[in-house]
């Protein structure tokens, strides 16, 4: 730190966050007695995460950008990232879940350009922090759970509130930025469209072979 260009600056050296404090403790063996140094692991505020998953791709941590699409598990991505990582098979195990075009729903909502964040078509307002919201899969439409409150799911069969596609009830609707719990849920209903996938194709190959 001396301006010579001999030593490459530390994070801690530039800015001090809340995660660090002065060692006033410290001295010798080079280091000054109001040394920066780590006293505890920085943590991000919920809020703040929420707000990330909200306004960018969980591949990449871009911001989102048009085309955006969901996986089953409520994750946001920018389209053409993902697909190029797809293609070329560079998903990590995370996203294992994604197998293709098919495991995503294109998403219809707009960006507000001022916020980057979606937005509700129903109730016009920004889908961020700890605002909830659903996807319905077969239309693409995410719908925050106050505008989702006047809508009853009484029914087998329903109706997305923007564009009156139908959907099924706790197969078709997708909580976004879930909280862990309702991410087990979700990943234990993923597990069963799956396995319900398998025992179909295995039936329509079966069919195949005796129509042969």
Known sequence: MGGDGGSIPKRSDIVKTSGYRYRRNLGGM?????????????????????????????????????????????????KESLLKRLIKGQLSSKFSHIKGIGDLSDIKNKINKLTGCLICPITLSDLDNFIRAKLYWKC??????????????????????????????????????????????????????NSKKRKLNRSSEKSTKETA
């Open 30 to 78: 080079g280091y000054l007695p109001n040394t920066t140094a780590r006293i505890y692991d920085e943590t991000i505020p919920e809020s703040t995460q929420r707000h990330i998953k909200w306004t960018s791709c969980a591949l990449t941590l871009e911001p989102l950008k048009q085309p955006i699409v969901a996986c089953r598990l409520g994750n946001l991505y920018n």
């Open 140 to 193: 693409g439409c995410i719908i925050s759970e106050n505008a989702l409150k006047i809508q009853s799911d009484s029914e087998s069969e329903a109706q997305c509130m923007n564009c009156n596609s139908h959907y099924i009830p706790n197969t078709d609707d997708i909580i976004m930025i879930p909280n862990s719990e309702e991410l087990s849920a979700l990943k234990e209903r993923l597990r069963a469209i």
